[in-house]
């Protein structure tokens, strides 16, 4: 079981950016994929971002494409969500989560089943 915590959610205007960090312990870092969901208030938990094992692949949801950018740092067992022009529509509770299979590979549209872990959330709010 993979142990997550986020940080980096805050209040920002549109047009403003914020970065994510997710920090995972208890599973050798380099041997399964983690993604970023979100749920806005009112809706479901929606994929945002998911990076591979070994960061060579990447997939976004439409609504983020261009804009945000996963990334892993594996010296520090910690992944990343940048988040560039914001907008009111990305306000949302993000939580990381970690594929509980090993060496696990997605498509553009991945299955939210594959992941076993979540850390508990962090609150982005963007104003207009």
């Known amino acids: 079981q993979v142990q997550l915590v986020e940080s980096g959610g805050g209040l920002v205007q549109a047009g403003g950016s914020l970065r994510l960090s997710c920090a995972a312990s208890?599973?050798?870092?380099?041997?399964?994929?983690m993604g970023w969901f979100r749920q806005p208030p009112g809706k479901e938990r929606e994929f945002v971002a998911v990076?591979?094992?070994?960061?060579?692949?990447?997939f976004y949801a439409d609504s983020v494409k261009g804009r945000f950018t996963i990334s892993r740092d594996y010296a520090k067992n910690t992944m990343f969500l940048q988040m560039n022009s914001l907008k009111p529509a990305d306000t949302a509770s993000y939580y990381c989560?970690?594929?509980?299979?090993?060496?696990?590979?997605?498509?553009?549209?991945?299955?939210?089943?594959?992941?076993?872990?979540w850390g508990q959330g962090t609150q982005v709010t963007v104003s207009s």
């Open positions: 990076i591979t094992w070994s960061g060579g692949s990447t």
């Open positions: 208890g599973r050798t870092f380099n041997q399964y994929g």
């Open positions: 989560a970690a594929d509980r299979r090993t060496w696990g590979y997605y498509s553009a549209s991945p299955d939210i089943s594959h992941f076993g872990s």
